[in-house]
């Protein structure tokens, strides 16, 4: 018979759960195919759904870790929101804001969830592993392949698209090939 699982742990796991729910209503700066803002728990759904999907191209890549990477990535935007990638710049802070965001988000989780989440988030951060650079490139193609089927204000800079990411994106043949694809689109949208 299993045993249930402790107390204390439950409660940490769903006080982050809990809080991790913000991510749905954290909107970013691009717009569904419907015309409203996208939010950015849609934005690491279809990230995670993306890395799925092309699962079998990704031959020696380790699939788990490269989902629970996409998953984790945009966690700690539940406490200070999105930075739309226009505005992005290398000294904006960001990445120590959204470290201390993590942190934050993660305190309930027990010590070994904890480290794990953080760990994750360190990892994508660094870029250090191939499945951290996977999960940079297909993060930027998501973005960019949203930015060209949403439904966008009529000043929406499309050609910020063709730019946006490529020393991400040019990290592997298979994020090439949807480069490429995701590119003719933004071009039928200009």
């Not at 569904?32 to 890395?51: C, D, K, Q, V, Y």
Request: charged residues 30%.
């Amino acid at each position: 018979m299993t045993h249930p699982i402790d107390p204390d742990r439950l409660a940490g796991i769903l006080a982050f759960l809990q809080g991790a729910e913000r991510l749905k209503h954290t909107l970013r700066s691009g717009f569904t195919s419907g015309g409203r803002p996208e939010s950015t728990a849609e934005h690491s759904w279809r990230l995670a759904l993306m890395i799925a999907l092309f699962a079998r191209d990704l031959p020696g890549v380790d699939l788990e870790r490269l989902l629970k990477l996409a998953l984790v990535h945009d966690l700690g935007e539940a406490i200070s929101g999105d930075v739309p990638a226009t505005a992005q710049r290398a000294d904006d802070g960001r990445e120590a804001r959204e470290r201390a965001d993590m942190q934050t988000l993660c305190a309930p989780l027990p010590e070994d969830l904890r480290a794990q989440m953080l760990d994750l988030w360190e990892e994508y951060a660094a870029a250090a592993t191939p499945e951290a650079r996977l999960a940079k490139g297909f993060d930027k193609l998501e973005t960019i392949l949203q930015h060209a089927a949403g439904a966008n204000p009529a000043d929406f800079d499309y050609a910020f698209n063709l730019a946006y990411g490529t020393e991400r994106t040019d990290a592997h043949p298979l994020l090439r090939a949807i480069r490429e694809a995701a590119d003719r689109a933004t071009r039928a949208r200009m």
